[in-house]
C-alpha cells in the first residue's frame, strides 16, 4: 500500500510552547496556524504536527498522494482502495469513509498496542 506523507500527530497542552521546544531540536514552522491551536512543523523529511487539545491521542498520520513536502503525487492509493484493502484483511476501523468517490476524506484505525492511526487524503 501506498501510505503517502508521514507524520506524528501530537496532543500538546500549549502550542506555543511546544513550538519553541520543537524549534530548539531543530524544528522549523511548515504549516498550519497556531493561533487556531495547530501547527506542523518540520526538520528535513520528518513532520510533526502539534495539536492543542484537538486531537484524543498521539496518532501516526499518513496522507495519501502527498510526498514529504506536502507536494502532490501522481501514483497513490486512494484511502477507499486502502480502506477496502484493510477491511478485507479484516482489519476493524474506528472511522470510515463512504466507499467510491474520489477526493479528500479519511479513515482511522488502532494498532494491537492502542497506537492511533489516521489515514488522512486531503485532495
Not at 63 to 88: C, H, M, S, T, Y
Amino acid at each position: 500500500m501506498k501510505l503517502g506523507a508521514f507524520s506524528i500527530s501530537l496532543n500538546v497542552e500549549n502550542v506555543e510552547v511546544s513550538r519553541d521546544f520543537y524549534k530548539l531540536l531543530g524544528f522549523h514552522d511548515f504549516g498550519g496556524d497556531a493561533a487556531q491551536g495547530w501547527l506542523i512543523m518540520k526538520n528535513g523529511d520528518t513532520i510533526l504536527g502539534l495539536f492543542g487539545g484537538m486531537i484524543e491521542a498521539n496518532t501516526l498520520t499518513f496522507n495519501p498522494g502527498w510526498d514529504q513536502n506536502a507536494q502532490n503525487i501522481d501514483e497513490f492509493d486512494d484511502v477507499r482502495v486502502i480502506q477496502k484493502r484493510l477491511k478485507d484483511a479484516g482489519i476493524s476501523l474506528s472511522s470510515e469513509c463512504a466507499d467510491g468517490g474520489e477526493g479528500p476524506a479519511h479513515i482511522a484505525l488502532t494498532d494491537p498496542d492502542g497506537n492511533a492511526i489516521l489515514i488522512d487524503q486531503h485532495r
